[in-house]
């Protein structure tokens, strides 16, 4: 996919979530790693927020495009860790 | 390789059967390791002469390869140097009416959360959950 393509998927995410999306390629072949922080996510289980957030991929991208999403990680705001 | 992949699969469905909530991250790990495993199997026929090499031995254009089959666990990453198998998942997948691809990739999202970053308790029926999509993908990946 394009970076154009990644940028409507990451900004699909954030819109539909909330919070902040990232991206970042994965070995320079087109591909794309997601990551989205979402207090959303909070009440769901790893697999709820997979199905929600691919949902989101497949209304956002083409059937070729898709395969390029590498990963689209969904993290709630207590799974990460806190520096201090 | 895949011999250690059905053990691992038994393991975490013998810690399942337990029903015991405590123990259904151990069973989430498991089975992404079975994942992990079947992946880098998959790496090491495709990629033999350099898997097959030591470390010292391996050329800069062969090192991502290396890594990713003996130290790294970017199971996305492994994905994405076998667009084959991505493309026979597809196809299997138009066939039987089910996205094997996107599922596999959940499932290695959802590994990569819960192995690394997060401090909640699974409940058992959620790793169950797991465990049976693990099931159906694991036998497409041997």
């Known amino acids: 996919m394009t970076q154009q393509q990644a940028k409507a998927l990451a900004d699909a995410l954030t819109q539909r979530f909330g919070g902040d999306a990232e991206l970042e390629p994965v070995n320079d072949r087109g591909r794309y790693r997601f990551a989205i922080t979402s207090k959303q996510f909070e009440s769901m289980t790893q697999m709820q927020r997979q199905d929600e957030v691919w949902k989101v991929a497949d209304q956002t991208m083409s059937r070729d495009a898709i395969l390029d999403v590498s990963m689209i990680l969904a993290f709630a705001p207590a799974d990460l860790p806190t520096m201090h | ?142």
């Not at chain 2, 013998?14 to 123990?23: F, H, I, M, P, Q």
């Not at chain 2, 996305?76 to 991505?86: F, I, K, N, Q, V």
């Not at chain 2, 192995?115 to 465990?131: C, D, F, I, V």
Request: charged residues 35%; aromatic residues 8%; proline residues 1%.
């Open chain 2, 1 to 142: 390789m895949r011999t250690v992949a059905e053990r691992r699969f038994d393991d975490a469905e013998e810690l399942g059967k337990t029903g015991d909530n405590a123990r259904a991250n151990g069973v989430a790990y498991l089975v992404g390791f079975v994942i992990e495993i079947l992946l880098k199997a998959k790496l090491i026929e495709k990629f033999h002469q350099i898997a097959i090499k030591r470390q010292h031995a391996v050329k800069d254009d062969e090192r991502e390869i290396w890594l990713l089959v003996w130290k790294r666990h970017d199971l996305d990453d492994m994905l994405s140097r076998m667009a084959e198998l991505e493309a026979a998942l597809k196809k299997k997948g138009e066939r039987d009416g089910y996205d094997y691809p996107a599922d596999l990739k959940k499932l290695c999202a959802t590994w990569t959360i819960q192995a690394r970053y997060s401090s909640r308790t699974m409940l058992m029926n959620e790793a169950a959950q797991l465990l049976e999509r693990v099931r159906k993908l694991k036998e497409l990946l041997k």
